[in-house]
């Protein structure tokens, strides 16, 4: 099933302002909220639907790329961002919106402190970026990339918890494991009673005695990770693609960043690009131009045979329909275009050199161009209009 414009989604124009964006998020995302909605399958896809635009249209650089790609520019497949999102990432990555606790209602009226296991405050980990380097042949068909790299992974000694082992967390001493402090302070209205984040534990509600040996209590070390990456075919020199979770990994088993793939094109030995359409530089010597012949000229697929009319000028551009590359945001694909360069050979013989002093003063041979023939930028323009 197509996915429905994330503009649409959460009912805002193209032009909106992040204040606008985030206050028809929050709409939503409470008219379907699972507190408001238990047991309810069509709020609950409702929510995240509204969750994966909001993700995208709050970021302005993932904001750029749906601007300019569509959803492809996010990603097809693969655990692409919006893909798989769940309701403790919606949770854990919009506190902001709802509260750190993932309720709306207590994000109103007080309380909330995301919490990872065992109560301790969860942070998220940071985004990771690589290049990829792709070939044309590699963008026309699209590809899948087997990378390493190298990020912070959960602790595999404590298993994200940071502590040496179960017996060594233990409730704060100062909050009794709340995270939270209650303090009364006399005011003019009377006494007034707020609460405050914990200063001893910092919110986290629980303290390590003993820290793990091999993660120093972070909770997660560098390791390296083999991640294989699905690239559509049609990407384009600059665009970025995004990965939800192969970033590094939170703190105190807080969810993972997200992985985020520039895309490189290598240069080609035969073509340059131009949006869908490749383009390839022919060279004839002058007989060929003149008489006309058969030649062979690469393409992406193997080569192919064409035929040069009788005649052919300097800059003649042929077209080979359906040559080109696909696009990520519509079906199709591009053309080949062939722009004929005449070869001139820098050394002659005393028989060549004869030979054409004797065509060159020939009334035929002399350069008589119409009026109506156009330079070589425009006739290319023509084509890529």
């Known amino acids: 099933m197509a996915k429905r414009d994330y503009y649409e989604v959460l009912g805002v124009s193209k032009s ?5 964006i ?17 047991d ?5 896809e409702k929510f995240k639907e509204a969750a994966e635009a909001y993700e995208v249209l709050s970021d302005p650089d993932k904001k750029a790329r749906y601007d300019r ?4 520019g996010m990603g097809q ?19 902001d919106i709802f509260g750190d606790s993932g309720s709306p209602f207590e994000s109103f009226f007080g309380g909330g402190g995301g919490r990872g296991r065992g109560g301790r405050r969860v942070q998220k980990g940071s985004n990771l970026r690589i290049k990829v380097a792709l070939t044309l042949e590699e963008i026309e068909n699209g590809v899948t990339k087997k990378i390493k790299v190298k990020k ?10 940071g502590a040496k082992d179960s017996n060594s967390v233990t409730n704060c001493g100062t909050c009794g494991g709340s995270g939270y402090v209650r303090r009364v302070k006399e005011t003019f209205m009377g006494h007034m009673q707020t609460t405050a984040v914990c200063p001893t534990c910092s919110g986290a509600g629980q303290q390590i005695t003993a820290k793990c040996n091999d993660c120093k209590g972070e909770g997660r070390n560098y390791a390296d990770e083999k991640i294989e990456i699905e690239i559509p075919a049609g990407v384009e020199e600059g665009m970025q693609l995004s990965m939800r979770g192969k970033g590094n990994a939170g703190k105190n088993s807080g969810p993972s960043g997200d992985l985020l793939i520039n895309i490189e094109e290598k240069p ?5 690009r131009e949006g869908k359409n490749i383009i390839h530089d022919l060279f004839l010597n002058f007989a060929d131009a003149a008489l006309g012949t058969s030649v062979e000229v690469p393409t992406l697929n193997g080569k192919v045979k064409i035929k040069i009319p009788a005649g052919t000028q300097a800059g003649k551009i042929f077209r080979l329909r359906g040559k080109g590359l696909p696009s990520v945001q519509s079906y199709g694909k591009g053309d080949q275009l062939i ?25 035929n041979f002399k350069p008589n161009p119409g009026k109506s023939e156009k330079g070589f930028f425009e006739r290319m323009k023509d084509y890529f209009e």
Not at 22 to 38: G, L, V
Not at 69 to 72: C, I, S
Not at 152 to 161: I, L, Y
Not at 268 to 272: M, N, P, T, V
Request: glycine share 8%.
């Open 16 to 20: 909106a302002e992040e204040k606008e």
């Open 69 to 72: 790609f569509g959803h492809a």
């Open 40 to 44: 309810n399958k069509e709020a609950e």
């Open 152 to 161: 912070q992974a959960p602790c595999k000694t404590c298993d994200g918890s």
């Open 268 to 272: 080609h030995d035969h073509f340059a």
């Open 77 to 95: 497949g693969g655990g692409f961002s919006g893909s798989g999102m769940t309701m403790e990432d919606i949770f854990s990555q919009f506190g």
């Open 22 to 38: 985030k206050k028809a998020y929050r709409k939503i995302a409470m008219k379907f909220h699972p507190d408001k909605n238990p």
């Open 339 to 363: 722009n004929v360069n005449i070869w001139t050979p820098k050394k002659l013989t005393s028989e060549e050199t004869k030979l054409l002093e004797k065509l060159r003063s020939m009334e």
